[in-house]
């Protein structure tokens, strides 16, 4: 029912920024939570940021709280994931998801984008 590609991915230095985004197919994705989740090898997949579909609340996990920020333009169906003062330890494959109300478990989540690699060089 949703497609979500992400993008903006690539290799950046410790202290760098990244700006990801998501790209959603469907007239009704504005209804749909969003959420970026990340995983890194060998780690289980962790919760990142998560928005509501109707006013915009946000969440983040302890991890990211402070240095990351979601948004999104539903009149774009577009969700975003600035990431500022990044670690070596952000360093994971991001994923956009969706669901129909919105968690802080990745396993919640329906629909997924294919990932896109995020290295950070220490």
């Known amino acids: 029912q949703v497609q979500l590609v992400e993008s903006g991915g690539g290799l950046v230095q410790a202290g760098d920024s990244l700006r990801l985004s998501c790209a959603a197919s469907?007239?009704?994705?504005?209804?749909?939570?969003a959420a970026w989740c990340r995983q890194a090898p060998g780690k289980e997949r962790e919760f990142v940021a998560a928005i509501t579909s109707r006013d915009g609340r946000t969440y983040y996990g302890d991890s990211v709280k402070g240095r990351f920020s979601i948004s999104r333009d539903n009149a774009k169906n577009t969700v975003y994931l600035q990431m500022n003062f990044l670690r070596s330890e952000d360093t994971a494959v991001y994923y956009c998801?969706?669901?129909?109300?919105?968690?802080?478990?990745?396993?919640?989540?329906?629909?997924w984008g294919q990932g896109t690699q995020v290295t950070v060089s220490s």
């Open positions: 998801a969706a669901a129909d109300f919105i968690s802080l478990r990745p396993s919640a989540y329906d629909y």
């Open positions: 469907g007239r009704t994705f504005s209804r749909y939570a």
